[in-house]
């Protein structure tokens, strides 16, 4: 981070000290800079522990790396997410909440499915209903119940409470049995990791007491976004006393509804329950001119623009299709690194500084194809994603692992004997047999696997890998993704004081070692919920047509969810410093192989 002059109001908040504020302010007006300060002056005087929560690992990072390793930091500080702060309770105490192993993440969707799959399996009722519908109902009804269970969790309810006067309510009985699934995997899942730390402080006020007498003062970044679940968690970590919570954010930047925040609830709430001042910030640091007064006529809003000396650039693009649409961003990223340098972007024009965004992934697809034809480098950015594996071998090891450090994770081994088509993943000559013949060489290196001698075990794996008779292919593939899996275990041993299989295990399931790997090397492709919070010299905003952004869903709910959109559209805008080419294609190809006619984004017609 270089060295900047903060604006007197900015410097205003750096030095608060006790008390209860709110910072809201519009997206580049310094927020995250201001509350890193802040903790970083904190940080320089004994003056009791500081507990910062931002809403990515990477901003987590960067709020560390300003702090620097030393000693009393690491003891004095902690800087993470909701998620991480929890699990690293959760790993001391969890016996307190009825688990004599540490619990295991199921991080993935895919376990989750399964999950409640075996819950309807279960209950005869719910497994004659499930039977009789076709599959895409089938899909449906899995979806509504995990969503129900994930509601029940971040909204603070019971299921009995959820289901009352909903049209859902049958899924109250399938909640429970999710739960008995999951603890007999000795498992929980990502909204469990907050909910049981609550618990806990609910339950258990000698530790909670522990907890808040710990941390004097407490930082949140992003607090538009946070769930109910979140909020209680700190309204209980603070208690009747507290000495110093600080919040910053920006409604207009709530998009995490679907998650269960409300920004309204934050700003109406943690006033009244803190009788928090409220503090506002009105300058943009961050964007050029151009991106400045488009923002503003978006979101109907009157930021002041400081660099106005820079005018930057703001353009959107109609595309015929598709493919029109990948052209004209490739097309002008290569003019401007042919141009290399323009008087509004310091220094070079270079791959680092172009981002491309879209509302979700599909839109990715041509401008990818156009990339990798022009040979550009680009990565998709990870976010607080955990680490997932594509070769077989990898997914095997995988799959192993959690098995060894998890005996009791029959979800797991169940998936694995399906994979290699085995009867008992314990039966070393049906291992032998099996698809995957390295499988039995992969379990028996892991058998005797240990944090300390990880490391090792690895670069035998590698031989392993090396000498088998996979396909090329395949082989680079699976040696890519176990270098990647080396970077992690890297990172997280120099981030952790006691490192563990098990501590390894839960940081690649939150990604907490995601900075790790010189993977994000080239353009930047990017969901918008991804990129919130950081920024980028230039940014193209791509498939903005009707439909896609806003997304059809959130058009035919409108609402809440329809404003949600608008504001993912305004936290896309003000990503960019610089230069913003918005694009949409005028056609878009459908999985059925109809191309449909697109139409402008609702949002934009106010700026063409
Ligand atoms: P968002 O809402 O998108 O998270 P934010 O309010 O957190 O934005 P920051 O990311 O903190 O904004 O700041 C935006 C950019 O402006 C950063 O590059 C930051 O270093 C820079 N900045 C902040 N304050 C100043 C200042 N007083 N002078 C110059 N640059 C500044
Ligand atoms: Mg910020």
Same mark, same amino acid.
């Given at each position: 981070?270089?060295?900047?002059?903060?604006?007197?109001?900015?410097?205003?908040?750096?030095?608060?000290?006790?008390?209860?504020?709110?910072?809201?302010?519009?997206?580049?007006?310094?927020?995250?800079?201001?509350?890193?300060?802040?903790?970083?002056?904190?940080?320089?005087?004994?003056?009791?522990?500081?507990?910062?929560?931002?809403?990515?690992?990477?901003?987590?990072?960067?709020?560390?790396?300003?702090?620097?390793?030393?000693?009393?930091?690491?003891?004095?500080?902690?800087?993470?997410?909701?998620?991480?702060?929890?699990?690293?309770i959760?790993?001391?105490?969890?016996?307190?909440?009825?688990?004599?192993?540490?619990?295991?993440?199921f991080?993935?969707?895919?376990?989750?499915?399964?999950?409640?799959?075996?819950?309807?399996?279960?209950?005869?009722?719910?497994?004659?209903?499930?039977?009789?519908?076709?599959?895409?109902?089938?899909?449906?009804?899995?979806?509504?119940?995990?969503?129900?269970?994930?509601?029940?969790?971040?909204?603070?309810?019971?299921?009995?409470?959820?289901?009352?006067?909903?049209?859902?309510n049958?899924?109250?009985y399938?909640?429970?049995?999710?739960?008995?699934?999951?603890?007999?995997?000795?498992?929980?899942?990502?909204?469990?990791?907050?909910?049981?730390v609550?618990?806990?402080?609910?339950?258990?006020?000698?530790?909670?007491?522990?907890?808040?007498?710990?941390?004097?003062?407490i930082?949140?970044?992003?607090?538009?976004?946070?769930?109910?679940?979140?909020?209680?968690?700190?309204?209980?970590?603070?208690?009747?006393?507290?000495?110093?919570?600080?919040?910053?954010g920006?409604?207009?930047?709530?998009i995490?509804?679907?998650?269960?925040?409300?920004?309204?609830?934050?700003?109406?709430?943690?006033?009244?329950?803190?009788?928090?001042?409220?503090?506002?910030?009105?300058?943009?640091?961050?964007?050029?001119?151009?991106?400045?007064?488009?923002?503003?006529?978006?979101?109907?809003?009157?930021?002041?623009?400081?660099?106005f000396?820079?005018?930057?650039?703001?353009?959107?693009?109609?595309?015929?299709?598709?493919n029109?649409e990948?052209?004209?961003?490739?097309?002008?990223?290569k003019?401007?690194?042919?141009?290399?340098?323009?008087?509004?972007?310091?220094?070079?024009?270079?791959?680092?500084?172009?981002?491309?965004?879209?509302?979700?992934?599909y839109v990715?697809?041509q401008?990818?194809?156009?990339?990798?034809?022009?040979?550009?480098?680009?990565?998709?950015?990870s976010?607080?994603?955990?680490?997932?594996?594509?070769?077989?071998?990898?997914k095997?090891?995988?799959?192993?692992?959690?098995?060894?450090?998890?005996?009791?994770?029959?979800?797991?081994?169940?998936?694995?004997?399906?994979?290699?088509k085995?009867?008992?993943?314990?039966?070393?000559?049906? +291992? !032998?047999? #099996?698809?995957?013949?390295?499988? $039995?060489?992969?379990?028996?290196? /892991?058998? &005797?696997? =240990?944090i300390?001698?990880?490391?090792?075990?690895?670069?035998e794996l590698?031989?392993?890998?090396?000498n088998?008779?996979l396909?090329?292919?395949?082989?680079?593939?699976?040696?890519?993704?176990?270098?990647?899996?080396?970077?992690?275990?890297?990172?997280?041993?120099?981030?952790? +004081? !006691?490192? #563990?299989?098990?501590?390894?295990? $839960?940081?690649?399931?939150?990604? /907490?070692? &995601?900075? =790790?790997?010189?993977?994000?090397?080239?353009?930047?492709?990017?969901?918008?919920?991804?990129?919130k919070?950081?920024?980028?010299?230039?940014?193209?905003?791509?498939?903005m047509?009707?439909?896609?952004?806003?997304?059809?869903?959130?058009?035919?709910?409108?609402?809440?969810?329809?404003?949600?959109?608008?504001?993912?559209?305004?936290?896309?805008?003000?990503?960019?410093?610089?230069?913003?080419?918005?694009?949409?294609?005028?056609?878009?190809l459908?999985p059925?192989?109809?191309?449909?006619?697109?139409?402008?984004?609702?949002?934009?017609?106010?700026?063409?």
């Open positions: 981070m270089q060295q900047i002059n903060l604006s007197p109001k900015q410097q205003e908040i750096v030095g608060l000290n006790e008390g209860a504020f709110l910072i809201l302010a519009s997206a580049g007006s310094g927020k995250t800079r201001v509350l890193t300060e802040r903790i970083k002056r904190l940080s320089e005087s004994p003056n009791g522990k500081i507990l910062a929560i931002t809403f990515t690992n990477k901003a987590a990072a960067e709020i560390r790396e300003r702090l620097g390793t030393s000693d009393r930091i690491k003891k004095n500080v902690f800087v993470g997410t909701f998620h991480s702060f929890c699990q690293s959760l790993e001391l105490r969890f016996k307190l909440l009825g688990y004599s192993k540490m619990p295991h993440i991080e993935d969707d895919a376990d989750r499915i399964e999950l409640i799959k075996q819950a309807i399996k279960s209950v005869p009722y719910f497994d004659s209903i499930y039977n009789d519908l076709e599959p895409k109902k089938k899909n449906q009804y899995t979806y509504n119940a995990l969503q129900f269970i994930s509601t029940v969790k971040r909204e603070v309810l019971t299921a009995e409470e959820l289901a009352e006067g909903s049209e859902n049958e899924y109250e399938l909640y429970e049995t999710y739960q008995d699934i999951l603890k007999s995997n000795n498992a929980i899942d990502f909204d469990d990791i907050i909910r049981l609550y618990e806990l402080f609910t339950n258990n006020e000698s530790v909670a007491n522990l907890y808040r007498k710990s941390y004097s003062y930082c949140i970044d992003e607090c538009q976004d946070l769930n109910k679940l979140q909020y209680y968690l700190l309204k209980s970590l603070c208690g009747n006393t507290f000495k110093s919570i600080m919040m910053v920006d409604p207009n930047q709530a995490y509804g679907f998650n269960g925040s409300a920004a309204s609830f934050m700003e109406e709430d943690f006033v009244s329950d803190f009788a928090a001042n409220k503090i506002t910030l009105d300058e943009n640091y961050r964007c050029s001119k151009s991106v400045i007064e488009a923002s503003n006529v978006l979101m109907n809003l009157e930021v002041e623009v400081v660099n000396v820079i005018p930057g650039v703001f353009e959107i693009y109609e595309a015929s299709s598709e029109d990948a052209q004209f961003v490739v097309g002008t990223i003019k401007l690194l042919k141009a290399t340098t323009h008087k509004d972007i310091e220094g070079d024009i270079t791959f680092d500084k172009i981002s491309i965004l879209g509302r979700n992934k990715f697809t401008v990818e194809e156009e990339l990798r034809a022009e040979s550009i480098p680009f990565y998709y950015k976010g607080n994603a955990s680490i997932k594996f594509s070769s077989a071998s990898m095997a090891f995988d799959l192993f692992f959690r098995v060894k450090i998890n005996p009791l994770d029959k979800l797991h081994q169940k998936r694995l004997e399906d994979m290699l085995v009867g008992d993943i314990n039966s070393s000559e049906e +291992l !032998k047999s #099996s698809k995957l013949p390295i499988a $039995s060489d992969i379990k028996c290196l /892991l058998d &005797n696997a =240990s300390d001698n990880f490391h090792i075990k690895i670069n590698k031989s392993i890998f090396n088998s008779d396909e090329d292919d395949e082989k680079k593939l699976t040696l890519d993704e176990l270098n990647d899996l080396e970077n992690h275990l890297v990172q997280y041993k120099k981030q952790n +004081l !006691k490192p #563990s299989l098990d501590g390894f295990k $839960s940081a690649l399931a939150l990604g /907490l070692t &995601n900075n =790790s790997t010189n993977k994000e090397t080239g353009i930047c492709l990017s969901t918008v919920h991804t990129m919070g950081q920024e980028s010299e230039i940014v193209f905003l791509i498939g047509d009707d439909g896609t952004f806003p997304d059809f869903r959130a058009v035919n709910k409108g609402g809440e969810e329809l404003q949600q959109e608008k504001n993912n559209t305004y936290v896309a805008f003000t990503r960019a410093k610089r230069f913003l080419y918005v694009s949409y294609p005028k056609k878009r459908m059925w192989g109809d191309h449909k006619a697109k139409t402008i984004s609702r949002f934009l017609k106010p700026l063409v």
